[in-house]
């Protein structure tokens, strides 16, 4: 990686628009010049890279969340580069740091939301015709704006927005903050206002957005194949009817927040947001993402061509053993989607062909769990690897390490002669060293010798993350930890990438949650209807995502076959109606339980869904509890709990002195796995005491310490619920979250 300041706050001119260039390279000198350009400028200006400050800022905001969700472990054992399996906090701590790096806070104060403050300030002076002109766009321009705000309310619970963003009109330095206690009531009823203006119809002279909306301005047409094309919408009655619906979609994501502190709330603005269907999202199209570099003038593709840091996504993590178990057990399509396959296949790694083809017995030693089958090219990595029940990368345990060290054993010293030769070069070698750090011999054209007494190389066992929906082409270079990368790859320029906000299945998952909860239909339909509906634009989206970001195993006919799930006559995956069908017809979708069972249901789901928005996942596990963390140390009796600490090891396979066939491990690699979706209790590492995760985000130090009063008093406000914690415990609860 290049090492640079990761936070480039430097001005740069965003975009080169045929009679708009000269405005924005003006407003990005002196935002607060304003005078003279058209406010569709000042939005596009103010939301074109959302949450994308500098290259890393996507690893730096997900590293830490996505563990404490249960996505993703370490992919490194020994913390090496200062990463640790999970993030979670001893409860006995008086102090817990962030779980992310948030962006958001810089987001809403510094740019985004403070742009869109200028652009409504800048209408505000408009009268006559051109009030009406530009009516609607300050309208979504303060609809969105509360939406950037209520992410802060929500992680933090406490922001200056009453009095915040009006230094530049009102010179107010010290702004005081509101607690969410005190403003959720506004922020709902800003939005329904917003949201019963758009349904009115415009004035003869509206102007709309148009393109200069990233948001919903533009439209990706997905080619199976791979990669999108992107267009504008072209129609600004439906681009102002979107709009409202993100509205409603945002007062039911609020409202679910506050269903335990204020459940009447809760009942009502469901009940009010649901009461016309026309206003709800109804196909995946529809859900609120940013679409990173549509606008002409500003590249093709936009955010995401350098790699360097945000490359920390697929080298720093790995698939927790919690997420692909669960996915397993559901026999989930989204899988090889949301993952990646290991390195258990002879075409991809040049190890693992040594292994299966000339010493058979170190794969059969594993009794299956090293088979090219479609069970095995996916394996979680564990969030414990100290604990006792991870004895090894052994079946019966969960994988404590990336990768597996094999050792071959010569019978004698003067050498062994593989089985070989070995036929044929894998299309992508891996390198496989000998104890002298020299390469074996990978030609093919003859037998490969063995000259040490023990030569011995690791292969990777875990999935990665399947981080291309954020980084082009994975890494932009072969990473060790499964296939990320492969020859004959896309052109960077070719992927288009975007930050999701509400999706249309979150809100389809919302309401089934809703309907779920009050014990009726909402927005007429049952909560059964709203889960079959979420689950299916999931997938359906999921789906999308992964042509249009080039995922290898949906995109690339070059990539040998994943058992399973692509065939060398089929060599492209792609979720279809019929595996949907299957899917929703399992016992795990149907809500035919008890009211906690069925919630237990629809959030699981929701976690799945939610892989690309991990701070709604983590939002979705404070309001409702599940997934359910789990003790999986309970379920091995052999060692007492009381003993919660092991000597770390790997396990060695290959051909001992005299070519004696090892053990078999005599199970199938399974069972201490639980039996359904859920999350792997993480434990500390040296007292062996069960963490709790973070539950909040600690407010901001002002650095300048001009309105560190103002600040302070919010804190100290916060602090008189108990349940809050110490000022800097990010373990404590914000006043919506409820036991």
């Known amino acids: ?31 607060a010049i304003v005078s003279g350009t058209s406010p569709e400028y000042l939005f596009y200006y103010a939301t074109n890279a959302i949450d994308a400050p500098g290259r890393g800022s996507d690893a730096d905001r997900m590293g830490g969340l996505m563990r404490t969700t249960g996505y993703w472990s370490a992919g490194y054992v020994g913390a ?44 505000d002076q408009k009268t006559g015709d051109d009030a009406e002109r530009y009516a609607e766009q300050r309208s979504i321009a303060n609809l969105f704006q509360v939406y ?113 502190r204020d459940p009447a709330h809760f009942a009502a603005v469901i009940a009010d947001a649901t009461s016309d269907a026309a206003y709800l999202m109804s196909n995946v199209n529809e859900g609120a993402e940013l679409k ?7 590249g093709t593709s936009g955010k995401g061509n350098d790699t360097d840091d945000a490359n920390q996504l697929s080298m720093f993590w790995a698939s927790s053993a919690s997420f692909v178990n669960s996915l397993q057990l559901l026999d989930d399509p989204r899988l090889p989607l949301v993952t990646r396959a290991n390195e258990f296949d002879p075409a991809f790694n040049y190890a693992y062909k040594v292994l299966s083809e000339d010493f058979p017995d170190s794969i059969r030693k594993y009794n299956g769990m090293l088979d090219n089958t479609k069970k095995s090219r996916f394996i979680g990595i564990t969030t ?93 270079s072969a990473s060790w930890r499964g296939q990320d990368y492969w020859p004959t790859e896309t052109s960077r320029d070719n992927i288009r990438l975007t930050r999701k906000f509400i999706s249309y299945a979150d809100q389809c998952l919302m309401l089934a949650h809703a309907a779920n909860e009050l014990g009726a239909a909402v927005g007429g339909k049952t909560a059964q209807q709203w889960l079959n509906e979420g689950v299916t634009a999931s997938m359906v989206e999921t789906h999308n995502d992964a042509k249009r970001c080039y995922v290898i195993i949906a995109t690339n006919n070059t990539m040998p076959p994943v058992p399973g799930y692509t065939t060398a006559q089929n060599p492209l995956y792609g979720i279809t109606p019929a595996m949907i069908t299957t899917y929703l017809a399992q ?64 396990i060695t396979g290959g051909r001992p002195t005299g070519a004696t066939v090892p053990t078999v491990y005599p199970d199938d690699g399974r069972n201490v796995y639980p039996t359904f979706p859920c999350i792997e209790q993480p434990y500390g590492a040296t007292t062996g005491a069960k963490l709790i995760p973070q539950r909040r985000l600690n407010l901001p130090a002002d650095g300048s310490q001009i309105n560190k009063a103002n600040r302070d008093a919010a804190v100290n406000k916060m602090m008189q619920d108990p349940a809050y914690k110490e000022e800097n415990n990010s373990t404590g609860r914000i006043w919506w979250d409820m036991p």
């Not at 975009?15 to 405005?23: E, H, I, S």
């Not at 906090?89 to 403050?117: F, H, I």
């Not at 709604?616 to 999986?632: F, H, L, M, N, S």
């Open 292 to 298: 990173y570099g549509v606008v002409p003038g500003n």
């Open 587 to 650: 016992p795990w979708l149907q809500l035919t339980g008890t009211k906690e069972q069925n919630k237990e249901k629809i959030a699981v789901q929701a976690w799945i869904a939610m892989y690309q928005n991990v701070e709604e996942a983590w939002g979705w596990q404070k309001v409702t509890g599940y997934p359910q963390v789990i003790d999986w140390a309970s379920k091995n009796t052999t060692v007492s709990p009381g003993n919660p600490t092991i000597n770390v090891q790997v």
């Open 148 to 260: 950037l705000a209520w992410r802060l309310f929500d992680t933090y619970g406490a922001l200056p927005y009453t009095e915040g963003l009006k230094a530049s009109t009102t010179g107010l330095l010290t702004p005081q903050y509101d607690l969410i206690q005190d403003i959720y009531s506004q922020l709902d009823q800003t939005v329904k206002d917003e949201v019963a203006f758009l349904k009115t119809t415009p004035s003869s002279n509206n102007t709309s957005l148009g393109q200069y909306d990233p948001v919903y301005g533009w439209k990706f047409t997905i080619n199976e194949a791979g990669g999108s094309a992107a267009a504008a919408l072209g129609d600004g009655a439906l681009q102002r009817k979107l709009w409202a619906k993100f509205g409603n979609a945002l007062r039911i994501k609020m409202a679910m927040r506050l269903q335990k």
């Open 80 to 123: 090496a580069y200062g990463n640790t399996p999970n993030n979670w906090v001893d409860p006995d701590a008086t102090s817990a740091g962030n779980p992310t790096t948030d962006m958001r806070w810089y987001e809403y104060t510094q740019r985004a939301g403070k742009r869109l403050q200028s652009m409504m300030t800048f209408i």
């Open 384 to 476: 414990n690897p100290n604990l006792w029940y991870n004895t090894g990368n052994a079946p019966g345990t969960v994988p404590i390490d990336p990768t597996i060290v094999f050792t071959l054993y010569n019978p004698s010293t003067s050498g062994a002669v593989f089985n070989g030769p070995i036929t044929g070069n894998p299309l992508y070698n891996f390198s496989m060293n000998k104890a002298d750090n020299t390469s074996f011999d990978k030609t093919g054209k003859a037998p490969t010798t063995v000259t040490a007494a023990n030569v011995a190389y690791r292969l990777s066992i875990v999935s990665g993350t399947q981080c291309r929906y954020w980084v082009k082409i994975g890494w932009g």
């Open 1 to 31: 990686m290049k090492t640079i300041n990761k936070f480039l706050f430097g001005v740069v001119a965003l975009v080169a628009l045929t009679g708009c260039k000269d405005k924005m390279v003006e407003l990005n000198t002196n935002p």
